[in-house]
């Protein structure tokens, strides 16, 4: 999907009125998503119904030659780019606290300025690969955790859930507390194809590293402010930017690209496709971030979208989300 200069909501309202169901009665995946989000975590006017809690910052991306081999992307010339990113926390509770372990994964997403105008989305997150494969099964994993209350006769359905899909107890295991965002290791779940100007493509999952990987106990993260991630980040960047190298794993051939809870080996080539450098705090971060629509599958010439269904299952997620924030 390239994306146009249309105001942002036109967007969104692009994706729903490209998915709604064939009966009113019966709301597609991505709403039923929302809906149980919702039901799991509150609804909380003015807020995500996930990754509720975050913080808007801004910077830049500059594009290694590697990457511009890889992709003909606007973002890839080498070219100053400049970027609006948010960091957050899991959950949609607005108030969770940082050091919780439920406030993991955390995840950044990033909205590249290109210079015609246009913009162009990454989101990615802090678990290493998706817990499970479709929409509809993070549906009825949100499901089962409604349906597990801590009083909840054992096993749960969540127990049973995770009995018959064991990448979920996988992928959670490689999350942890960091003791800043700046210091936290993000991934693009999906996969995507790179088009180069010689129209080569290249199946793609992205890695955004940072400059050291600072991880907290869960003690040590328990007993640090309900708010220490929101509050550092700022602070940090008085003092400085902070810096991040933008990679992209390239897949193999045979590897397959429509399963996010299947990562390739982990002696497949990574690219360093550039730094992402973050140098100020949005001043008003609350206000600013109801306004802002991140979409995974928002992408420009020479990034495409794989046969991952996850990433359209995403962008009308995000897009019902949004539009019950902003009525």
């Known amino acids: 999907m390239t994306k146009t200069k249309l105001p942002i909501f036109m967007a969104a309202l692009t994706i729903l009125s490209g998915s709604l169901p064939a009966r ?20 909380h006017p003015g807020f995500r119904a996930n990754h509720a809690k975050g913080v808007v910052v801004e910077g830049s991306f500059t594009a290694t030659p590697e990457a511009a081999g890889l992709s003909r992307a606007a973002i890839f010339t080498g070219a100053k780019i400049p970027v609006t990113v948010r960091f957050s926390d899991s959950t949609g509770v607005p108030n969770i606290a940082d050091g919780s372990p439920q406030a993991n994964p955390h995840g950044i ?6 210079p015609d105008g246009s913009e162009t989305d990454m989101v990615t997150n802090s678990l290493h690969f998706f817990p499970v494969a479709t929409g509809e099964q993070f549906r009825d994993l949100l499901t ?5 209350p801590k009083d909840a006769a054992q096993p749960t359905a969540l127990d049973k859930f995770k009995e018959s899909h064991p990448t979920v107890a996988a992928a959670l295991a490689t999350v942890h507390t960091p003791d800043s965002f700046a210091d936290e290791e993000y991934f693009g779940v999906n996969a995507f194809i790179f088009v180069n100007k010689a ?33 550092e980040l700022p602070s940090r960047l008085k003092a400085g930017p902070v810096t991040f190298h933008l990679k992209a794993q390239l897949a193999a051939p045979g590897d397959q690209t429509k399963d996010g809870s299947k990562p390739w080996p982990a002696d497949r080539k990574v690219v360093d496709l550039g730094v992402l450098t973050i140098d100020k705090a949005v001043p008003d971060s609350l206000e600013a971030q109801k306004k802002l629509l991140f979409l995974p599958g928002a992408l420009t010439d020479g990034i495409e979208q794989s046969d991952d269904p996850l990433v359209d299952t995403r962008d009308g997620a995000y897009a019902v989300s949004f539009s019950r924030r902003n009525p």
Not at 144 to 148: D, G, L
């Open 109 to 114: 997403a990033i909205k590249y300025h290109l």
């Open 199 to 231: 129209g080569a493509k290249q199946a793609v999952r992205y890695q955004i590293t940072p400059e050291k990987l600072v991880y907290l106990d869960p003690k040590a993260a328990a007993d640090k402010k309900p708010d220490f991630l929101i509050d």
């Open 24 to 43: 009113a009665e019966e709301p597609d995946v991505a709403t039923q998503i929302v809906d149980v989000m919702n039901k799991v975590f509150g609804v």
């Open 144 to 148: 089962a955790i409604s349906q597990s």
